[in-house]
């Protein structure tokens, strides 16, 4: 059951845009890099010279390959390039050259976890395709929003061939997703999986992985609703922000009485408001044909099979693995395998400490805790998997309280250990905190013995029946310890001496 917004169920669909990480570009030998002056980077093809012709650059079917292998989806063995004909200052050759009736990847499913409510839910997204295209150029226009500065200052504008011809996948989805969480839930997925692949840099801000979301809203079991696409999204926060506005505009149309029109809008990150650029083109109004520049894109099975035989372990093939081989919870694997660098560095804990439940645990609590809040990747944390690993091991044979640990994380993480690396720093710092458990029955049954004489009350209460009073001696008799003592040693003693 999806969630609603005031009584309408929110549909969504996913076009993503994935520049492929190819050195250069999809139908000629330019370079592909980011950030180059204006125009050094476009050749005769990408600037649709007279009497030029395009060559496919194998290095981006290879990546469009590996896509298809990766969500599942078959691969086809021909696909079609097709001219997508309009007009625009920044398409010098009057079409954008594309895939259409047949794309090179079709079907394929994204599958990812949510949080909904108190449950953790599998939730699967199915891909419509996957087709190769080329990038546009870029529009530059002085004083703009852009930033950009040609000219003398008089409001011109002028046009960047460097973008024109590189490569992209456009990656579409089904109508599947039911709400803005979701869909950001499946962009990141996306993202991780061009990412771990290695198809796409994934930079966000450069537009390498930039999202066009498709939002309608309808009444449970009617007909879907008409929709409205907001384009080139290269943020997960104002994605969310975009379609959960967008959602509250198409309902207060709705409930005014008046009907949605298929449109194309942008997201102003500064109004935080959608507005309309344009009424939406259909595909007849593109003049699709196949390309006769191009023959059709063959891909024989023994290709696929070579690609398939290259790839490095995929995240949910991964996931499986952590599954299998140190028994953990489905979640906890697909959390862990974020990104291979998480994946490693769990890895390397589990095996140290040879505590994978309690490894994951730590790298999915504290560790991302203390990432997130520092917008740290893993890569650079001060805390070593040997280090941690090395604290997991003073938890497990009860040398320190998982309160202890999280003091002694805290100083690993401000490297208070002498090395700031390697094992010794965990014990060093349990010592100079003084956090060693009291691990002396002596000791703790002194402890105990005044706590019982100083509250009858509870002890009263316990002996009548009410478990709870057991609480009001736990407490104290931890604070008399000044936390050293352990909760499963204090908790049998307790049972022992009062019967
Ligand atoms: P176009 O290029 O015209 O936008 P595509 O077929 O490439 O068409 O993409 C359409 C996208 O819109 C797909 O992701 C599809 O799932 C989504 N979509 C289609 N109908 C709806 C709808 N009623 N509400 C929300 N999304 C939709
Ligand atoms: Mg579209």
Redesign the pocket.
């Known amino acids: 059951m999806s969630k609603l917004v005031q009584g309408y169920e929110v549909?969504?669909?996913?076009?993503t845009h994935a520049q492929l990480s190819t050195t250069s570009k999809i139908f000629s030998r330019a370079p592909t890099a980011f950030g180059a002056e204006a125009n050094t980077q476009a050749c005769a093809v990408d600037m649709a010279l007279p009497g030029t012709l395009p060559v496919m650059n194998i290095g981006a079917v290879e990546r469009a390959i590996e896509f298809g292998l990766a969500i599942n989806a078959h691969v086809a063995e021909r696909s079609i390039f097709a001219r997508k004909n309009y007009f625009y200052p920044d398409l010098p050759k009057g079409y954008q050259i594309s895939q259409f009736e047949i794309p090179v990847v079709q079907g394929g499913e994204v599958s990812f976890f949510m949080e909904e409510g108190k449950e953790t839910v599998r939730k699967t997204v199915r891909l419509?395709r996957a087709h190769l295209e080329e990038d546009a150029g870029k529009s530059l226009h002085e004083d703009s929003s852009l930033g950009a500065s040609i000219g003398d200052g008089r409001g011109q504008s002028g046009i960047d061939l460097n973008r024109a011809g590189t490569p992209l996948l456009e990656i579409?989805?089904?109508?599947d997703m039911r709400s803005s969480e979701e869909a950001v839930a499946y962009a990141k997925e996306l993202h991780k999986i061009v990412t771990w692949i290695g198809i796409c840099d994934g930079n966000m801000q450069e537009g390498s992985f930039r999202c066009d979301a498709?939002?309608?809203v309808r009444k449970p079991g009617g007909p879907?609703?008409?929709?409205r696409?907001i384009k080139n999204l290269n943020s997960f926060k104002f994605m969310q922000q975009a379609i959960d506005y967008e959602v509250r505009w198409q309902i207060d149309q709705i409930e005014d009485g008046h009907t949605i029109q298929q449109a194309t809008v942008l997201f102003d990150p500064d109004t935080g408001e959608t507005r309309a650029m344009r009424t939406?083109e259909?595909?007849a109004d593109y003049r699709y044909f196949p390309d006769p520049d191009l023959p059709p894109l063959v891909i024989g099975r023994d290709w696929v099979e070579r690609v398939k035989g290259e790839m490095a372990e995929l995240p949910r093939v991964m996931a499986e693995r952590l599954v299998r081989d140190y028994a953990l919870p489905e979640y906890d694997a697909t959390q862990l395998t974020q990104s291979k660098a998480v994946a490693a560095y769990f890895e390397a804990t589990a095996k140290a400490c040879g505590q994978a439940k309690l490894a994951s645990n730590w790298i999915m609590g504290e560790v991302s805790r203390r990432l997130n809040a520092s917008e740290m990747a893993i890569e650079q944390t001060p805390v070593s998997a040997a280090q941690l690993a090395a604290l997991i091991g003073r938890i497990s044979d009860n040398t320190i309280s998982n309160n202890a640990a999280r003091q002694v994380f805290e100083g690993l993480w401000n490297k208070e250990g002498p090395s700031g690396s390697g094992e010794g720093d965990v014990d060093v710092i349990i010592e100079a905190k003084g956090l060693k458990q009291m691990n002396d029955t002596g000791e703790l049954e002194k402890i105990i013995d005044e706590v019982l004489a100083a509250n009858p009350k509870n002890v009263e209460e316990f002996k009548a029946g009410n478990a709870k009073a057991l609480n009001g001696l736990v407490g104290p008799i931890m604070k008399a310890s000044k936390g050293k003592a352990n909760p499963g040693q204090v908790n049998a003693l307790l049972m022992k001496k009062l019967g």
């Open positions: 549909v969504i669909g996913f076009e419509e579409v989805t089904q109508p498709n939002v309608s879907l609703g008409t929709r696409e939406k259909d595909a």
